[in-house]
């Protein structure tokens, strides 16, 4: 088990790495849950299916009381985010998911009432106040899901990006913080090209982050992109000329 990680901490602030179970890696694709404090009170993000309940709550014990986890983010539908969550929400009574209001009718069948848990994230995006402090919800549209929302602490400016710089590392090979970012985008390409919508998607989530102060990245898979790396990483996904549907037709007609 390697230990939870303190990213930022910034005027009362935390944005923590919710460890990882090594046991995990041979289980399925491996997975980034997050948590951001702000004093006592905190939002948990993506947490997560069955597969890592028992892990990522060992690890939020370490620094907040499940009655104060006051959201649940969720930034977008995928089972490897949402399964879990009718678990979490019996362990953290308080707790109000948030979710595109796309998705959030499929959300009883795993188990939510959402006349009672769910705030509903509109396409624009929105604000939440969390114990005093504003935090940014920002839409990442067809990244790769339509309803698809990350989250921006201003205080940290950590910037949680869900699938969005996301890596599959090779068996044997894994790290939590990117150090050299021109090896580690070999594990990004393939990924992205085949999991993200298209050009498109990304000019438009390029201008959603347009004046942030961004000083990490925090993806839901793979690992944290910090300090000049994040600016890398901007000019690399800028740089991706044909992802998704921009590669379908090619893709269909291969061997034929």
Known sequence: MIEPIVLAEEKGNKFVWLSIDEAEMDKGIITNQYLLTVKDKGVLMDPGGPLVFERVYNAMQKFIKPEDVEYIFLSHEDPDIVSGISLWLS????????????WDRFLPHVGVDIKMNVIRI????????LNGDDLRIIPAHFLHSVGNFHLYDPITKV????????????????????????EHKKYMEG???????NKKAIELWLKQIQGLDIRIIAP???AVIEGNNVRKFIDWIKSLDKIGIDLLEEELNTNT
């Open 220 to 222: 839901q898979h793979g």
């Open 159 to 182: 910037y949680f990006s869900g699938d969005l710089g996301a890596a599959v590392f090779p068996k044997g090979s894994w790290y939590i913080i990117v150090d050299n970012f021109d």
């Open 191 to 197: 990924f992205h090209k085949k999991y993200m919508a």
């Open 122 to 129: 509109p396409i624009q995006g929105m604000q939440i106040n």
């Open 91 to 102: 362990y953290c009574p308080n707790a109000k998911i948030l979710i595109s209001d796309l």
